[in-house]
């Protein structure tokens, strides 16, 4: 999944439906934090829907490795790791590891996209699913060491954003209701070369006879599309002409390889408005309805689909990561690759105004915004819940990656 982030604050409505119980643990946790006021109040939300895991079996006794030096220092291409002890890392204690255990198992079921001292520890990962809390911390604690990520200036602290799966009703013909297309990926399109743009599509002969019939569903509105497009993924409960609905997932397949523009900058750079959240822009919208199409062309990038369908089963997690796997909500995280790799377990402290986050994350996903070594996109789920709590969260962050001794 590749998205792009700005500050998104969606408030639930009837168009983003709960019914088909599409949000799972990401709304009990959303809607904790937005009651308590912090993520790390919610710690004792439970996944209640996530299928039991199997009994856990005995992980064989191991010598306590040595750990690292503490300032031994790791350098990656747009990081560097610094080795500290235990006691720095914040919070430790307080968290539910056993919800940060099921990412862990998810990125797993990719070991080999995994660097080897990582996909190595996979066996004993899932030896310990299920696992008390105090068996899989002190397992952690004996054989991974958690090193400081930094700039490759020194600087340790960065930023941490949010992001979600929309979910909006949608049409599968167009009809006088649902006009706005979402489509699959045009014949001839080539990662790296740059197609038409959002305004070209619009406008040019060309770029609309290459997307004729390529429609996947139609939306009411051309903002949400605009949403749906920049957090990469989303769900649509399609009415079907019998009256029925189904719910579906719409994953990212592609782009037209232009540069990412936000919307919300383009206003505020403008002086147009003091609030670049969705609320914000519709609420400006509202007032300026001819410059809909201004503010939508200020976005050259456009997002491709491919329909997936959505089992009962798949209900609880997210769509696939750039690391191949289902993301797990409010236990993955987008990463720059050349700060981390994919699958690395990673602690996460922050505190803003979603309140204070201290807890293990999975590094499974990137972003075209998400760049720079201290820098996390948090996976908050689907709908109109984790989209409010997607919203909120750009604060300051500290990481700490925790990899093999």
Known sequence: MVHQTMPIKIRPAPRASNSNKVMGYAASAALCALIVGSLGGCASVSLQEAPPLAAPTAVPAAPAPIAAEPGRVIGQARSRWVAVSWSSVPGWDQDKL????????????????????????????????????????????????????ES?????????????????????????????PLYGPPAGLVKGKPWFTRQEIDTVPDAKAALKGRAIAYLADPIDALVLQIQGSGRIRLQLPDGSARTTRLAFAGTNEQPYQSPGKWLLEQGLTRDATWPGI????????????ELLWRNPRVVFFK??????????????GAQGVALTPGRSIA??????????????????GAGTLQQLVLAQDTGSAIVGAVRADFFAGAGAQAGELAGRLKQPLQMWVLWPK
């Open 98 to 149: 056993e919800q940060a255990w099921l990412a862990w198992l998810k990125s797993c079921e990719r070991a080999a996209t995994m660097q080897a001292p990582l996909a190595a520890l996979c066996p004993q990962v899932r030896a310990l699913a299920g696992a008390e809390r105090p068996a899989q911390s002190a397992w952690v604690q004996r054989t991974l060491q958690p090193y400081r990520v």
């Open 335 to 352: 990463i720059d690759p050349g700060s981390m790799p994919y699958g690395t377990p990673v602690w996460i402290s922050s505190t803003g």
């Open 307 to 320: 329909e997936e369908p959505l089992a009962e089963a798949d209900a609880q997690t997210g769509p696939r």
């Open 152 to 180: 490759l200036q020194g600087e340790a602290q960065g930023l941490l954003t949010g992001y979600y799966e929309p979910v909006f009703e949608a049409s599968r013909l167009p009809t006088a209701n649902f006009s706005v």
């Open 282 to 293: 519709k609420d400006w919208l509202a007032r300026n309805p001819q410059r809909q199409q």
